[in-house]
């Protein structure tokens, strides 16, 4: 079972940056894509930013230009830089990894196909925080 684990969160002043980080448990190689989304309470969780396996980035439309996302294969991480944070990025992140069926992929183990259905893995989440 894959796992996601993020990190970074904590309590920011308007205008500060922030790093987040997301941790698998397996390499990052095999998913098709990777994402960070956000949750606001009394609101839906969003994309914030996504890479693909072939290192395409996106980003929300209202956020482009604050927000870096990155990964480190060695590392097994992806990130995601904030910078410039107001009030209304206050939420939950959430990382997220999806899988297609039939995806193959090359670890230092060699090459490896998932035999399984479509699947996304969540993290928990970490706590971002914009208050003066």
């Known amino acids: 079972q894959v796992q996601l684990v993020e990190s970074g969160g904590g309590l920011v002043q308007p205008g500060g940056s922030l790093r987040l980080s997301c941790a698998a448990s397996?390499?990052?190689?095999?998913?098709?894509?990777m994402g960070w989304y956000r949750q606001a309470p009394g609101k839906q969780r969003e994309l914030v930013a996504a890479?693909?396996?072939?290192?395409?980035?996106n980003y929300a439309d209202s956020l482009e230009g604050r927000l870096t996302i990155a990964r480190d294969f060695a590392e097994n991480t992806v990130y995601l830089q904030m910078i410039s944070l107001k009030l209304e990025d206050a939420a939950v992140y959430y990382c997220?990894?999806?899988?297609?069926?039939?995806?193959?992929?090359?670890?230092?183990?060699?090459?490896?196909?998932?035999?399984?259905?479509?699947?996304?893995?969540w993290g928990k989440g970490t706590l971002v925080t914009v208050s003066s």
């Open positions: 397996e390499s990052i190689r095999r998913f098709n894509d």
């Open positions: 997220k990894a999806h899988i297609n069926a039939g995806t193959c992929y090359f670890t230092d183990s060699g090459r490896e196909c998932y035999t399984g259905p479509d699947r996304d893995y």
């Open positions: 890479i693909s396996s072939g290192g395409t980035k």
